[in-house]
């Protein structure tokens, strides 16, 4: 009777190809996040929208109407541009973090590059975006304010939006194998986060010497740019908040895959 053995040091020499190599299965997780989020629902897909649309009336409520913060645009539309990519990261980071305790016995059976189920999360998230951007598209319609040339931009920060939410999502995956408690820390993260961040209002509203501290974090020049693109020179964009922004996510990113890849060859041990 033959005997497989799977050595580390192999497997991390040909990680990176590995995970090229297993992208079918990448897609098929993906493709099962997206089944068993929406099968046996009662609004279905509708939910992309439904979330999104409360989450504009509260905040327009608290911050255009309670807090009296004024904006160039229509107040709503300036808060669903936001909520847009809040939205999207916000259910990103708490699939990649729950997404290697979700798939513990896929892990503890076979041999893949682990990153690709807390990326596969991330996919699911585009979908919402795009079924979101419907709803936004309607919205510009009905304050009859339509995005210039710059909204070909769009893309650029969808790129950044999911780089942020992958390094963040990599840092809470591989703590949370280790470290259950984490999952009742996540939510707590994502509460405050949204009110850290320029979701209910614009970045105009912080002040200036506080700005770039303001900028560390990485959703910052994300919300901001989406805003930029999408309405034009209305909203202010902030170049050196931006770059801050993108080099926290940069540092997010390079420390969370050496993390993950460091503590990778445990999970199917201590899960």
Request: glycine share 6%; net charge positive.
């Amino acid at each position: 009777m033959q005997e497989l053995v799977i050595e580390p040091g192999r497997a991390a020499r040909h990680y990176w190809a590995d995970l090229w190599r297993y992208r079918e299965l990448f897609y098929f997780l993906a493709w099962r996040d997206l089944l068993v989020r929406y099968k046996q629902t009662v609004v279905g897909v509708s939910w992309a929208v439904i979330r999104p649309l409360v989450t504009m009336v509260v905040l327009t409520v608290v911050f255009g109407t309670f807090a009296k913060l004024t904006a160039a645009v229509p107040y709503p539309l300036l808060v669903f541009c936001g909520v847009l990519p809040w939205q999207f990261f916000s259910t990103a980071v708490s699939d990649c973090g729950n997404s290697l305790i979700t798939n513990a016995s896929l892990l503890s059976k076979v041999y893949f590059a682990r990153m690709a189920v807390p990326a596969s999360s991330v996919i699911t998230s585009v979908v919402d975006l795009l079924v979101s951007g419907l709803l936004l598209a309607a919205l510009m319609a009905w304050y009859q304010f339509w995005p210039g040339p710059r909204v070909v931009f769009v893309p650029v920060f969808i790129f950044l939006l999911s780089a942020a939410s992958f390094s963040v999502g990599l840092w809470i995956a591989a703590l949370m194998v280790q470290y259950r408690d984490f999952r009742f820390i996540v939510p707590f993260i994502v509460q405050f986060g949204l009110y850290i961040s320029p979701v209910g209002f614009s970045s105009d509203a912080v002040p200036a010497q506080w700005r770039l501290f303001y900028s560390l974090n990485p959703m910052v020049g994300v919300i901001d740019g989406f805003r930029w693109a999408l309405l034009g020179g209305t909203t202010a964009f902030h170049w050196s908040g931006f770059l801050l922004s993108t080099m926290t996510t940069v540092l997010l990113l390079v420390t969370g895959v050496r993390y993950f890849r460091a503590t990778e060859r445990t999970f199917a041990d201590v899960i």
